[in-house]
T-cell receptor, first 112, second 111 residues
């Protein structure tokens, strides 16, 4: 089973809202990732968690706040986003950091 | 600066044709190369290549890596309309597992 699940599938929010994206995997993977993908572009890495600790923050603005409550869950808290943050947000996981990453279906976010 | 370059950027073929996609890379610390297929949503994993010259196959898809010439190819034989997608090549370049993606190749298979 190589399933990563993400909720919600779609999200529309205003610039003053606070919302959260959720990602879950039950494969026993120890590394989890958040990517942002704009239309017709490849995914761009935002954050890497390894063994529930933040390993990489790719200079992401503080209006994006990741959280890893346990080894199966990864959240992305959103606050005061801008319209240019509208994108597909993908979660991925891998057994260890340098191994194959499996992606979830993504959350399509629209910021108005 | 690490670079992953895919070619062509797009192509249109007829069902039954064979497609060859290219991925070249210039990176400071190569660890492995991955191919993904992306339709409307999440990229789905196809192959992970770490050693030169060993072909990986899955049905009508196959891929090989040349670490001397720094490139990989993905072949799709007897294409079907369901093969229409963006094919992404990505390289893992560091111990953190960061994926450096190419721009992708858009493949359209017409009936």
């Amino acid at each position: 089973d190589t399933e990563v699940t993400q909720t919600p599938k779609h999200l529309v929010m205003g610039m003053t809202n606070k919302k959260s994206l959720k990602c879950e995997q039950h494969m026993g993977h120890r590394a989890m990732y958040w990517y942002k993908q704009k239309a017709k572009k490849p995914p761009e890495l935002m954050f890497v968690y390894s063994y529930e600790k933040l390993s990489i923050n790719e200079s992401v603005p503080s209006r994006f706040s990741p959280e890893c409550p346990n080894s199966s869950l990864l959240n992305l808290h959103l606050h005061a986003l801008q319209p240019e943050d509208s994108a597909l947000y993908l979660c991925a996981s891998s057994q260890e950091r340098q191994e194959t990453q499996y992606f979830g279906p993504g959350t399509r976010l629209l910021v108005l | 600066e690490d670079k992953v370059v895919q070619s062509p950027l797009s192509l249109v073929v007829h069902e039954g044709d064979t497609v060859t996609l290219n991925c070249s890379y210039e990176v400071t610390n190569f660890r492995s190369l991955l191919w993904y297929k992306q339709e409307k949503k999440a990229p789905t994993f196809l192959f992970m290549l770490t050693s030169s010259g060993i072909e990986k196959k899955s049905g009508r898809l196959s891929s090989i890596l040349d670490k001397k010439e720094l490139f990989s190819i993905l072949n799709i034989t007897a294409t079907q309309t369901g093969d229409s997608a963006v094919y992404l090549c990505a390289v893992i370049t560091d111990s953190w597992g960061k994926l450096q993606f190419g721009a992708g190749t858009q493949v359209v298979v017409t009936p």
